[in-house]
């Protein structure tokens, strides 16, 4: 059975206001994602424009 289409987040939007935010407040990642309750690491893909979810676990990777 094939799965359903879906369609893609962009989070360049989201990720630009969390980022102006961050700045404009002259707040650490390390802060900011404590108050968030999420990994600095997924904040920081997350204003950096990048898909936070693109390594699947246990996925190898090609080459």
């Known amino acids: 059975m094939a799965k ?3 369609p893609k987040y962009d989070f360049k939007a989201f ?9 404009g407040r002259k707040e650490s ?3 900011v994602s404590d108050e968030m309750f999420i990994s600095p690491r997924y904040l920081a ?3 950096n ?4 979810s693109s390594r699947i676990p246990g ?5």
Request: no cysteine.
């Open 45 to 47: 893909n997350m204003a």
């Open 29 to 31: 990642h390390k802060k």
């Open 15 to 23: 990720g630009a206001a969390i980022k102006a935010a961050r700045t």
């Open 59 to 63: 996925k190898k990777r090609a080459g």
């Open 49 to 52: 424009v990048r898909p936070p």
């Open 4 to 6: 359903r289409p879906v």
